[in-house]
């Protein structure tokens, strides 16, 4: 299915044990590429072109949107800019992959790793069935539709 694993996890959406966090991220990379099976042929591709980690950082939290800014939360309700949050992991690695809730469908922005994120309200489910899924590029933009730049950045 894919065939990188996950670097670091910031698991912020549950009180559970390492037990818990590690079944959630299996199961959301199994919803996130099991209907985008292009997904991580471009997330490697961008990662070993720009000389960064092939093991992306997934952050899973509650997210919500507050005068026009997308934060996210902790179990203990502790709130921080998503953007803040890129911009401290940005070019760490070639991808950041966010699980938390969008409602507004705000756009983010980085200067060097992929960043793909939800566009809506969503659940695992909703990863399954295949849409609410952005993706970032850092020269490009927002790419998830275009499928003659994802193909140009694999074959590049």
């Given amino acids: 299915m894919h065939d990188f694993r996950v670097g670091k996890v910031h698991s912020l959406a549950t009180d559970g044990g390492k037990e818990v966090i590690v079944w959630n991220t299996k ?4 919803g ?3 209907r985008r099976k ?4 471009v997330i490697r591709a961008h990662s070993i072109s720009q000389g960064l980690s092939l093991k992306p950082i997934l952050l899973i939290a509650h997210g919500t949107v507050r005068n026009g800014r997308w934060y ?5 309700k ?3 800019l998503i953007q803040r949050w890129i911009d401290k992991h940005d070019g760490k690695t070639g991808a950041l992959l966010l699980f938390s809730c969008n409602p507004s469908n705000l756009e983010v922005r980085s200067r060097f790793s992929l ?3 939800l566009n809506r309200v969503a659940s695992l ?7 609410c899924v952005r993706l970032y590029h850092p020269q490009l933009g ?14 590049s």
């Fill in 27 to 30: 199961l959301l990379m199994r």
């Fill in 72 to 76: 996210f939360s902790d179990s203990r």
């Fill in 125 to 131: 489910l909703d990863l399954f069935r295949g849409g």
């Fill in 115 to 117: 960043v793909v994120h």
């Fill in 32 to 34: 996130l590429f099991s």
């Fill in 142 to 155: 927002y790419i998830e539709d275009n499928y003659y730049r994802l193909h140009s950045i694999i074959r």
């Fill in 78 to 80: 502790r709130v921080s």
């Fill in 38 to 41: 292009i997904l991580p042929r």
